[in-house]
């Protein structure tokens, strides 16, 4: 396959499964679009876990793993189709706790809705305003079906002049909410960067989540061969292909409208972003 070839298409995840020995996947997009439980993807996972090995869940969430599954209790999603959950919020604690070692407190400005606070709760921290910050931690918009990310064009114009570095626990630019788009932490981040900001990134598609999505795997099944699963051409598949790892792109996720409006994008989503996959379907089915 050349570098600007789309993927095949499949019809289900059994077509290839024989190839792997354990999955990493998405949530978001794949498993449920925030309102709606996808229940067919997390039979298919059941399937592979149940035929061929362990299941581990990689998200961009800036939560917890129980943030994660408090949100497929919402939506009807079971939790009998995976091993474990990986999160950018996990990662983004373990980040926080380090910079404040050896210190008091750090000050710190919080720019995101109250539903992730349980990201930062107990570390020491001193939660302060903008102007008193030392650094900006970022999980979302304040009002994410409402705002844009040029609403807060001036306040990241006054962490830029101060040098804040900006934290973004969630790298994604849009999530697919019922049939909306709705920006993500990223899409603040991208802008804070444009304006010469200092952003450090947790999660997909930078490796030290998969690494921690692989070494759980790896304490079951050593020499695993491993598939990723996603809906995010610069966050899953882009990831995988980094991290050395197969991919299966599931195109009814953030690309879902404009697929399905043009089914031949599929080669030009690719060939815009440089990346490949080993298959391609609509939606993740067994």
């Known amino acids: 396959m050349n570098d600007t070839a789309p993927p095949p298409l499949i019809p289900g995840l059994s077509d290839i499964a024989a190839h792997y020995d354990a999955v990493i996947c998405d949530v ?25 090995g362990p299941v581990i869940l990689l998200t961009n969430a800036p939560r917890l793993a129980d943030g994660v599954e408090w949100l497929f209790d919402k939506v009807g999603l079971p939790k009998d189709f995976y091993d474990g ?9 373990a980040d926080l706790q380090r910079r404040t070692e050896g210190r008091a407190t750090l000050p710190l400005f919080y720019l995101g809705p109250p539903r992730d606070n349980p990201l930062y709760h107990g570390l020491n921290l ?36 101060r040098g804040l570095p900006f934290l973004c626990a969630n790298p994604d ?11 993500c932490a990223g899409a603040i981040a991208r802008l804070y960067e ?8 947790y999660g997909k598609p930078y490796p030290a989540v998969f690494e921690r999505a692989l070494a759980e795997i ?16 610069e966050t899953d598949i882009l990831g995988a292909q980094r991290m050395g790892l197969d991919a299966l792109f599931i195109g009814g ?13 599929l080669a030009e989503l690719f060939q815009k972003s440089g990346v490949t996959a080993r298959a391609a379907m609509p939606a993740l089915v067994w």
């Open 85 to 93: 959950i990986v999160t950018s919020g996990v990662a983004a604690r």
């Open 173 to 183: 630019m849009v999530v697919q909410r019922g049939n909306q788009l709705i920006y």
């Open 126 to 161: 001193k939660l302060v305003p903008p102007d008193s910050a030392e650094v900006v931690l970022c999980t979302g918009f304040y009002d994410d079906e409402t705002e844009k990310p040029e609403d807060y064009r001036g306040m990241l114009e006054n962490f830029h002049a």
């Open 253 to 265: 996720g953030i690309h879902g409208e404009q697929l399905r409006q043009h089914p031949e994008a």
């Open 28 to 52: 978001w997009g794949v498993l449920h679009n925030g309102k709606q439980a996808f229940l067919s993807a997390a039979d298919a996972l059941r399937r592979f876990r149940a035929e061929r």
């Open 218 to 233: 790896r304490s079951t099944a050593p020499a695993a061969r491993t598939l990723m699963i996603g809906d995010g051409m």
């Open 194 to 201: 444009s304006l010469g900001g200092d952003v450090v990134y």
